[in-house]
């Protein structure tokens, strides 16, 4: 999406292309990477997405190969920002997984990892501030930022919910004993569920 996105602003050979997502640093939302996005592009070559305008060559450098958006490519490219804006699609993130499992741990390392990770969180939280400062400065449309504005409101959204939780184990309202059975129900296993394995 993001390579169609760029060649839909203007023709581009791949290095620039590489260029002008990390200058609008967006490798914070984009994997970036100069060899998976020659990739990239020979492959929307191959489906007709985009096609060379030419060719051209600066001092003993290789040759670069410049590119354009085709009809077919404005028109894929339309069609994947309305599904992705439409649908919501689960991404299977790795955080979910390890708080499943945080009861496994002592109750201080927890709370320890927790308030390293709300650090973190609050280091990114005030790159994007300045971002957003920086933009405003550039009296820049809100509309091309969106993707900083959704970044600030996600981390907003995840230290206030690790300062709850930690507010509450700390507190005791969340309980922290050692587990004294051997097993015990899946928090996601409904009672029906519970019968048949009864």
Known sequence: MAALALLNERPMHPYEMYQTLIQRSEDRIVKVRPGSLYHTV???????LVRVTGTDREGNRPER?????TEKGNLA???????VIEEPEYEFPIF???ISQAHN????????????????LGARRDYIAESLKHLG???????????????RAQYDSERAWLESVVNDIESGSLDWEEEKHASRPSPHTTSEQKDVKQ
């Open 42 to 48: 020979n492959k929307l070559e191959e489906l007709g």
């Open 65 to 69: 190969t410049t590119y354009e958006i």
């Open 77 to 83: 490219l339309a069609e994947r920002i309305a599904a």
């Open 96 to 98: 979910p997984v390890a």
């Open 105 to 120: 741990l002592p109750r201080e390392t927890v709370i320890n990892l927790l308030k390293r990770r709300l650090q973190q």
């Open 137 to 151: 400065r550039m009296e820049l449309p809100r509309k091309y930022w969106l993707d900083v504005d959704y970044l």
